[in-house]
């Protein structure tokens, strides 16, 4: 089975500032299997990229995706205090990594 | 609009059963695989368990095979999750999805299923 491991686990940044959110996977997996999605305290999750890159709807363009052998990246450029979430990476509409939590303050 | 409605959660206890149902709206539910995935407190989201169109093809996380069945009824634009033999590890909020291929792109707002004597 695919593992997913996300780094880092937390991330504190302040408005303005890049964060660079990593997915390892266990093995080389084609990036179409790979999804990140953001999820706020008491809402809904919400899609921000599948295939690893490519962006759902109403995303803004500072989010971006990437993909570099088992590595698969999100990055958000210009961080808003909005953007406060919990991060999650997923394989083949399954499997989910742990998450990584950003704080922007 | 487009969305997804969970109804079904509550109180129950260890050893008991639930049904939770997704009430779709605003699109074709019967051209789209269905998702349902959980968050326990504090932990992050799990896959619990997704059907195909038809409801021909099911895939379940390992942990609660034989103790939960996905099912839908598209005439109806619902899809349902039987939960049974709950265990207080199965206490989560419940989340109902839509999967449009390896992610899925609309969410409910979740229903709580809380396991407890």
């Known amino acids: 089975d695919i593992v997913l491991t996300q780094s880092p686990g937390t991330l504190s940044l302040s408005p303005g500032e890049r964060a660079t959110l990593s997915c390892w996977t266990s093995?080389?997996?084609?990036?179409?299997?790979i999804a990140w999605y953001q999820h706020k305290p008491g809402q809904a999750p919400r899609l921000l990229f599948s295939g690893a890159f490519i962006r759902a709807t109403g995303i803004p363009g500072r989010f971006g995706g990437s993909a570099a052998g088992t590595e698969f990246t999100l990055t958000i450029s210009r961080l808003e205090p909005e953007d406060s979430a919990v991060y999650y990476c997923q394989y083949y509409g399954q499997r989910f990594g742990q998450g990584t939590k950003v704080e922007v303050k | 609009d487009v969305q997804l409605v969970e109804t079904g959660g509550g109180l129950v206890q260890p050893g008991g059963s639930l049904t939770l149902s997704c009430a779709a709206s605003g699109f074709t539910l019967g051209s789209y695989w269905m998702t349902w995935v959980r968050q326990a407190p504090g932990k992050g989201l799990e896959f619990v368990a997704n059907?195909?169109?038809?409801?021909?093809?099911?895939v379940y996380l390992d942990s609660v095979k034989g103790r939960l069945t996905i099912s839908r009824d598209n005439a109806k634009d619902s899809v349902f999750l039987h939960l049974y033999i709950l265990t207080v590890d199965d206490t989560a909020v419940y989340y109902c999805?839509?999967?449009?291929?390896?992610?899925?792109?609309?969410w409910g707002q979740g229903t709580l299923v809380t396991v407890s004597s």
């Open positions: 059907i195909r169109q038809d409801g021909g093809d099911k």
């Open positions: 999805a839509r999967d449009v291929g390896y992610a899925v792109d609309l």
């Open positions: 093995r080389s997996v084609a990036p179409k299997y």
